[in-house]
């Protein structure tokens, strides 16, 4: 070792600051200082632990940024160990894009907004908007509200939100900047957009990423879904809707397509007399374009095709997807949905054969649901006209097999949304899908794209450890759908077909985040009674503050244009579908009702819950209405790799003075999980049981219970660590049952992994010869029966 | 006995239902090259510095030819002499997982380096480059141990393939592909070569399991016979993780140089350090260097993934599934 440690040293003489000698160089001192004066406040961060790695590191010509970023990483790692650390990474980050913005002469909001404009990335009216109003803007910035932010929060805003110069690529605003200038993107007065940037900067309520890249720029996009019909069953048809996915694609929309219109493999081509080769080529091509179309940078382009049931490619479709098999059968980039209706599931239960068809021979059952697709199915099977029948449960079962493999494959029921939409009050409009991520459901047509602009409410900032704040969530609701309807008007549209869609029916999705981290604070177990009432009264409580403002709003400026066309205009609300909804402000909703009945609502649609991946980092709370995978987990990015962890677990076992360096590698070494570990007590293992340890029938009733209050839908994952045929049959037959609209993402686990290289190395197992229980898959080492 | 000499045949009564499992759980993992997006490492290499190019070259270069040796070594000397039928059904999978990894390597290669001369001078690399040379003719040594024996009849055969699966369990994949899956993770915390971080997470995994497929054969050997394992074998073991480390460590500065941002040579030796002492303890012997894993991005490989679909393709999921449709079942 004495030799490697000569040629180590060697290389390492030449650096103007010496491993091991704190004081060897001025850069060194430096990030010393910087480090010690952050940490100042912060409790339990070591700053002198921090320094000494830092500085062990230091290579020829780093300077004092370049050791900062790395001081950044050390700390960003070690939130395992102490949730404060991410404090004191943020406060560094923060600084850095201080220091950044500075370069470009950006101190103040109206500094960032010139800088910006000068490089063309701004929207005239925009910049007419703070011109006429700079030092009163100005003032609105609150300047300490940077450390409101965790680091994963704070990186996630500087690598992807914030303006940049387009050449120099360096940030030309601040967080706090970047803030305001999305409120003013949407508002038309200077008290307006103080009342939504007090919002966003509480991290209490955040509107979806497409508004938070596009407010105020020179392409506002600000809507986050695009639900696009499928095309006819002709060529041209299908090309066009490639050009339309490509231009929705590229302002960063996520798509969702249906394909349940173009016939089937085998089906006879008149103009050419041949036949054709089915879905699967177009969706090849379709995935290619999907690639192709990478979002400015800033994402990779992302799209849905939902298949309906019948459709007689259903069974390669399935198969899009897999990792073996011939590639050109193959799309690697296409997330794949099933749109099943009532009747599959039926015979699913009764154990009966379900018909396939050609949509060619049957065109009418694209835009049926209810009995009336019930009838025709069963007119076409009488008829004949199956290209194929099979058991239910056979299909069903590979439906079953797809999600385990892949995650893919989405179960979303199509009578049940049909059923209870305020949409699709006349036969005519028809929902034929969701979207990218199932909780928007809207109807569709060849010459009309849904479009849905969406924003979440941080629940964890509306809850103190004393209980829930409803008072408050009414109020940022309120504001929340203001600004909402807002964006319909203020948005550019990349589809003729889209702006036309969005304007007559004006949906909106208001959602939420951070419902798990209301249960920690609170004390309440994810599966407990108590959640469900809780979870169930903000979802109403969001609910009847929408319908509210929406009315409010149909007073002020008319409904819209499409609201004779709705179950509203009948006096149909959508809770009104469920008999055992728990209603808890029944006088509010008689009085919004009858409010509705006078000047109606001024949009079709108002409750969505998507799944909040990028806006939660923001926030640092827990993603939309899910219990949390992993106690000690990392995040995967297009800018990196993040730790987190549960903050609300340490809090609680450090005040019972359990806290310390073995459990921590306790729950490293159980990947997050502390259900096995003893030395914690059982109430706290109970409330931290993990999405892989909750039962899924609770997130299932969770979710059944605040239907009634989600008028379009909700992004529900369910999670099985070894999924089999058996379990995922019956818990998307029970989600079904209980009235789901739609389902997402199962979540597996990987069957291996990697071995863990920063705990303690595991000890050599005891093999067979050492201990061997009695076995039948071992009768040979045992002998205790011999 | 495992090392038996033989071709026993025998799965009912399994002997080593443990290797069973282990083989099961591989083939649940099956990952093809074709998942695997390199599309965007092509804009960040054309931003590398020339000391970034030259580290980025040099290790696609040591890739090249890693996978294959480790798959040669396990054709010519692992297969024979583990006599269980259900242990060389392992060993039968990690060879297709090697093949997969060099075809990874390959497409890497191919997709890195456009010019085929310089993908070829990748190639002979363990001819050319010392430092890659160095790492090589150590693999090689090893090998050329145990290849004469065409059996293993007494104590100081059976100690001599030992040594062998010793040396590419804890130090050929145990340690000079952990230093490799090092830059791949370092260059990933700063956002670099994200399709490269993709493959190397699955190849990563696979090794993984490698590791503890020929650890827990160790295990067996050394239960049926305690004796191998004596003093003198504990020595050859540190002598071979101090020669291992050396390699990889002059590997290193060949990469490094006087360092880079966040990755300085002095880094790398205590990260080496740190992993030969958690080999040497899953062996069951003492720590020898006691240093500390100086990386936080090597931390983050230790817990769970989340990942946002609308940024990369999850990796999480399993392939092969059992059971059937049942209504009824508890979930």
């Known amino acids: ?786 | 006995m495992l090392l038996d000499p033989g071709m026993n045949l025998t799965l009912r009564p399994m002997k080593y239902p443990d290797f069973y499992e282990q083989y099961r759980a591989a083939i649940k993992n099956t990952w093809t090259v074709e998942e695997v997006d390199l599309a965007s490492d092509l804009a960040d290499l054309a931003k590398f510095t020339p000391q970034e190019q030259h580290l980025i070259h040099r290790l696609v270069a040591f890739f090249a030819t890693g996978d294959t040796i480790v798959a040669n070594n396990l054709v010519l000397n692992l297969y024979q002499h583990v006599n269980s039928p259900e242990g060389r059904l392992y060993l039968s999978r990690q060879l297709f997982e090697e093949a997969v990894h060099v075809q990874f390597y390959l497409t890497l290669l191919d997709t890195y380096l456009p010019d085929p001369d310089e993908r070829a001078k990748a190639f002979a690399a363990v001819d050319n480059i010392p430092s890659i040379k160095r790492k090589a003719d150590f693999c090689f040594k090893w090998i050329d141990s145990v290849f004469e024996m065409r059996e293993l009849s007494g104590a100081e055969d059976r100690r001599a393939f030992l040594l062998n699966l010793i040396c590419f369990a804890a130090c050929i994949e145990g340690l000079f592909f952990y230093g490799a899956f090092a830059y791949v993770y370092w260059l990933r915390s700063r956002g670099l070569l994200d399709g490269l971080a993709t493959g190397t997470n699955w190849v990563f995994r696979d090794e993984s399991c490698h590791m503890n497929f020929a650890f827990s054969v160790v295990d067996v050997v050394r239960a049926e016979g305690p004796e191998l394992f004596d003093d003198q074998m504990r020595d050859q073991v540190t002598a071979m993780m101090d020669e291992a480390v050396e390699c990889e460590l002059q590997f290193a500065q060949d990469l490094i140089g006087e360092g880079m941002p966040g990755m300085t040579v002095n880094d790398m030796q205590s990260y080496l350090q740190y992993v030969a002492d958690q080999r040497l303890e899953r062996l069951g012997m003492p720590k020898k260097f006691g240093s500390e894993n100086p990386f936080p991005f090597m931390a983050l490989q230790d817990v769970q993934e989340l990942t946002n679909f609308f940024e990369r393709r999850p990796t999480a999921y399993q392939t092969a599934v059992e059971g059937t449709v049942d209504l009824d079942e508890e979930f």
């Open chain 1, 1 to 786: 070792m004495t030799g490697l440690a000569s040629t180590t040293s060697a290389a390492t003489t030449t650096a103007p600051a010496q491993r091991g000698d704190p004081s060897g160089g001025e850069v060194a001192a430096s990030i010393a200082e910087k480090i010690r004066v952050h940490a100042a406040g912060l409790g339990d961060v070591d700053a002198e632990r921090v320094i000494a790695q830092v500085q062990g590191g230091i290579w020829p010509g780093a300077t004092v940024g370049d050791l900062r970023e790395r001081a950044i990483e050390i700390t960003a790692a070690s939130v395992a160990s102490e949730p404060t650390y991410s404090k004191l990474a943020a406060r560094l980050l923060s600084e850095h894009i201080a220091e950044e913005t500075a370069a470009e002469g950006v101190a103040s909001f109206t500094d960032a907004i010139g800088a910006c404009r000068d490089n063309g990335l701004l929207s005239d009216e925009l910049v007419a908007f703070v011109e006429a109003h700079g030092p009163e803007l100005d003032a609105v910035i609150d300047s300490a509200a940077d450390d409101r932010f965790e680091y994963f929060g704070l990186r996630t805003v500087y690598g992807r939100y914030l303006l940049r110069h387009p050449e120099h690529r360096t940030v030309l605003e601040r967080p706090q900047h970047f803030m305001l200038r999305v409120a003013c993107g949407l508002s038309q007065s200077v008290a307006e957009a103080a009342e939504l940037y007090r919002l966003l900067s509480q991290l209490a309520y955040l509107p979806s990423s497409p508004t938070l890249f596009n407010s105020g720029t020179r392409r506002p996009q600000l809507s986050s879904c695009f639900l696009l019909d499928s095309p006819k069953d002709e060529l041209d048809s299908i090309y066009e809707r490639y050009s339309q996915v490509a231009r929705l694609s590229k302002y960063a929309g996520g798509i969702g397509i249906a394909w349940s219109r173009v016939r089937s493999r085998g089906s006879l081509i008149r103009g050419t007399n041949g036949h054709s080769n089915g879905i699967v080529p177009w969706l090849r091509t379709l995935d290619s374009s999907v690639a192709a179309v990478n979002q400015g940078g800033r994402r990779k382009g992302a799209a849905c095709v939902y298949l309906a049931t019948w459709h007689a490619d259903i069974e390669e479709f399935l198969e899009l997807r897999d990792n073996t098999g011939s590639e050109d059968r193959r799309t690697h980039n296409l997330n794949l949905a099933n749109w099943v209706p009532d009747e599959f599931m039926r015979r699913v239960e009764a154990d009966a054969d379900w018909s396939l068809f050609d949509p060619k021979e049957v065109p009418e059952l694209v835009d049926l649901w209810g009995e009336r697709f019930d009838t025709a199915y069963r007119r076409a099977e009488a008829a004949g006209k199956a290209r194929k029948t099979i058991p239910a449960r056979e299909l069903y079962g590979r439906m079953m097999r797809t999600l385990a493999q892949t995650g893919n494959g989405w179960m979303t029921f199509s009578d049940t949304a049909n059923r209870v939409s305020n949409q699709t009050a006349d036969p005519q409009n028809v929902i034929h899908l969701s979207n990218l991520c199932t909780e928007i459901l809207e109807v569709t047509s060849d010459a009309e794209t849904a479009v849905c602009n969406l924003g979440s409410v941080n629940l964890a900032e509306h809850c103190t450890g004393e209980g829930f704040d409803f008072a408050r969530l009414e109020d940022t609701v309120r504001t929340a759908v203001k600004f909402l309807d807002r964006t319909i008007d203020l948005g550019f549209y990349p589809t003729a077909e889209a702006e036309k869609a969005n304007r007559k029916w004006r949906p909106i999705g208001l959602g939420c985040m951070g419902l798990a981290d209301v249960f920690f604070k609170l004390g309440l177990a994810f599966d407990s009674a108590e959640a469900l009432e809780l979870s169930t009264k903000i979802a109403e409580h969001i609910a009847v503050t929408a319908y509210e403002t929406s009315a409010w709003l149909a007073e002020e400026l008319g409904a819209h244009p499409n609201f004779n066309q709705t179950r509203a205009a009948e006096g149909v609300l959508h809770l009104d579908h469920y008999r055992n909804a728990r209603i808890t402000l029944p006088e509010r909703w008689e009085a919004v009702r009858g409010r509705i009945g006078e000047t109606g609502l001024r949009n079709s649609l108002m409750v969505a819950v998507a799944p909040t991946a990028t806006i939660a980092s923001i926030a640092g709370c827990a993603e939309c209405i899910e219990p949390v995978v992993s106690n000690v987990f990392k995040r995967e990015t297009l800018s990196g790799e993040f730790l987190q962890v549960n903050r609300h677990l340490i809090g609680e076992l450090k005040e019972r003075g359990l806290w310390n360096e073995t459990l921590r590698q306790a729950i490293v070494v159980a990947e997050g999980s502390i259900e096995g570990i003893e030395a914690i007590p059982e109430d706290i293992r109970l409330r931290y049981r993990t999405a892989w340890e909750l039962p899924q029938r609770a997130l299932i009733d969770l979710a059944a219970a605040r239907t009634p209050f989600i008028d379009q839908a909700q992004s529900l994952n369910l999670f099985q660590a070894s999924p089999t045929i058996g379990k995922l049959s019956a818990m998307y037959r029970y989600a079904w049952k209980q009235g789901l609209k739609t389902t997402y993402y199962l979540r597996s686990r990987p069957a291996t992994r990697i071995n863990q290289t920063t705990v303690g190395a595991p000890q050599p197992v005891a093999t067979a010869t050492d201990e061997e229980a009695c076995s039948l898959e071992n009768p040979e080492s045992c002998e205790a029966c011999q």
